[in-house]
């Protein structure tokens, strides 16, 4: 019944980014794994990568959906993605080294009742509509699972309740201070959804480019990925948290850069007005 | 979206096969629920379906305007459903989550108040705008008298828009439905805190005092999760905008609570299976 107002012409085809964003992310949260192998938290970095590759697949997921006019605004895809995923993440951390492969497919066996109960029960009847949800949970889950690596260096359940506090030289072990119980979940569940849902809303429109939008994902993903280093300083060790935000902030400048580059391509025209007059010669 | 984007046209239809497809799927969950866990996690599923389904019904009766509503076009609040859902839900959330330790019932309705007092505030602020701000009077575009006042809305509205502004109605609407949204989102963290205290110091052999901090972050973020889960089907079932409880797709709620109950036994089982032992 609905019209698709929007069709991908050119660029790469959605199975070929489902694909590649699925295993690169999987692989990435899988080597965060080498922390406990080699005893360090210096790979914890590979947790924000996951995180950024399962955004650039959400949010072009996005795009699949919200080319039929769903009516509700692109913002609520991404709130409904991160909202399933968080569940599904949470359970699936009980797992240990399983987590990452048990937060996918119980985030697509949600993902996959939530879109039938859009399509069939609220008769939305929107063909792309199960599958989108599918992946977005699992989106969802895998990027939120992604944070937590890069926070806390791991992310089985015990590693991100449990933490450490050094107090008068002494240090003992804390519950407060962890991904769960500091709260730090909540802020890592924002910077994830902000990062999916934003690209498409910027960029829709006649003028959308694939390329372009996936650019400031990557930009966005980089951008939560530079908060999340900040926040694992309180995690793990300093050294391992500098070299993560490094990492972000390094592949947040050449993402933007790009972004801007691709803007200018796509621009009828540029003025590059400064937004402070030069003062000089007066 | 772009502004040209055809809406779909899902309209007021009921699908019974799916709903009964939908009713079986809940009894499923909840006999699931039974089998793993009968006594407290049982509890707390059925006051997480409560709790989902009262999200998803209050939802209908916030007045959602959308981008129309920004120019003054369409009657209701100028945003998406899932933004005033969730900040109805997460303000009586927050609200209720104060009162949690005084019982279910005080901090249901407090979670309640705070969702409603919310909506409260941003309706009449959105009516500040719109009348102060923008010259423009309140009026319905779907009912020719306001159903509690009895004013008459067609001589009040512009041509050519839907209505604009926030009548009566909406407002009583706005109010109503944050304080089923926090009243539901409260329940649901409730339900998750109880649950949680009781059960994950036996799970991590640590004392009680202890868990609380993950306790109280767990059953957030389930509630959170829960909450913009029941908040978005509920966005797709009225497809965009609605203009409160008089509005004819008001009429389209029996199908959000079917969703809602579903959905929300399904990752309420998930937020259960957490703490019960393998």
Same mark, same amino acid.
């Given at each position: ?43 914890? %970095? ?44 949470? /359970? ?14 119980? =985030? ?9 109960? $859009? ?12 599958? =989108? ?6 989106? !969802? ?12 260096? !791991? /992310?089985? /359940?015990?590693?991100?309740?449990? !933490? ?14 962890? /991904? ?19 690209? %498409? ?9 694939? @390329? ?27 050294? $391992? ?19 801007? @580059?691709?803007?200018?391509? @796509? ?16 | ?52 389904? #009262? ?123 944050? +304080? ?52 978005? #089907? ?15 797709? +008001? ?28």
């Amino acid at each position: 019944m609905s019209v698709k107002v929007e069709v991908i012409e050119g660029g790469t085809p959605h199975n070929t980014i489902l694909i590649t964003g699925l295993l690169g992310t999987l692989v990435c949260l899988y080597l965060t794994y080498l922390n406990v192998l080699t005893n360090t938290e210096m790979f914890a %970095f590979f947790g924000g990568l996951a995180a950024i590759i399962a955004l650039i697949w959400g949010s072009h997921t996005i795009k699949v959906l919200c080319s039929y006019g769903i009516g509700t605004g692109v913002p609520s895809a991404g709130m409904i993605a991160f909202g399933s995923g968080v569940i599904a993440m949470l /359970f699936a951390t009980r797992f240990g080294i399983l987590a990452p492969i048990v937060a996918l497919v119980l =985030a697509a066996v949600i993902g996959f009742i939530l879109g039938y109960i $859009s399509n069939n029960i609220l008769n939305m009847k929107i063909p792309a509509m199960v599958q =989108a949800l599918t992946e977005m949970a699992a989106v !969802g889950a895998l990027s939120l699972m992604g944070f937590a690596a890069l926070i806390t260096g !791991g /992310f089985t /359940f015990e590693g991100l309740t449990t !933490g450490t506090v050094s107090m008068l030289g002494m240090t003992i072990s804390s519950n407060q201070i962890s /991904f769960i119980g500091g709260g730090l979940i909540a802020v890592a569940f924002l910077l994830g959804a902000i990062a999916i849902q934003h690209p %498409f809303n910027a960029t829709l429109g006649p003028g959308w480019k694939q @390329d372009r939008m996936l650019m400031l994902t990557a930009e966005c993903g980089f951008l939560s990925m530079i908060v999340a280093a900040v926040m694992s300083f309180a995690l793990i060790s300093a050294g $391992s948290a500098i070299l993560s935000l490094i990492i972000a902030i390094a592949g947040w400048a050449y993402t933007y850069n790009q972004y801007i @580059d691709l803007s200018k391509r @796509d621009a009828a025209a540029w003025l590059d007005a400064k937004p402070i007059p030069d003062t000089e010669g007066h | 979206m772009s502004a040209v984007a055809a809406k779909p046209q899902a309209g007021g239809a009921m699908n019974p096969a799916a709903m009964a497809v939908g009713v079986v799927m809940l009894i499923i969950l909840v006999g699931i629920g039974y089998a793993i866990s009968p006594g407290l996690g049982l509890t707390a599923l059925i006051g997480i379906i409560i709790g989902g389904v #009262l999200i998803g019904f209050g939802t209908h009766f916030v007045p959602v305007g959308g981008a129309p509503a920004a120019m003054g076009q369409a009657p209701g609040i100028a945003t998406g459903v899932a933004m005033l859902a969730a900040g109805a839900g997460l303000a009586g959330l927050f609200g209720g989550a104060w009162a949690a330790e005084q019982g279910l019932v005080v901090a249901t309705v407090t979670g309640g108040v705070g969702g409603g007092l919310l909506m409260a505030i941003t309706c009449m602020m959105v009516n500040f705008v719109y009348v102060f701000g923008m010259g423009i009077p309140s009026a319905s575009g779907k009912v020719a008298k306001d159903p509690i006042t009895g004013d008459t809305q067609a001589e009040f509205k512009s041509q050519g828009t839907e209505g604009h502004g926030l009548p009566f109605i909406s407002f009583v609407g706005g109010v109503i439905g944050g +304080f089923l949204g926090g009243a539901g989102g409260t329940l649901i963290y409730v339900q998750l805190l109880e649950l949680y205290e009781a059960s994950l110091p036996a799970m991590m052999g640590l004392p009680p005092a202890q868990v609380v901090p993950i306790a109280v972050a767990a059953a957030g973020m389930f509630a959170v999760g829960l909450f913009l889960v029941n908040a978005v #089907l509920t966005a797709y079932n009225i497809t965009g905008t609605i203009e409160g409880p008089h509005d004819p797709k +008001f009429k389209r709620w029996p199908r959000a609570i079917v969703a809602s109950a579903v959905a929300s036994a399904m990752c309420g089982l998930v937020a259960i299976l957490i703490v019960v032992p393998m």
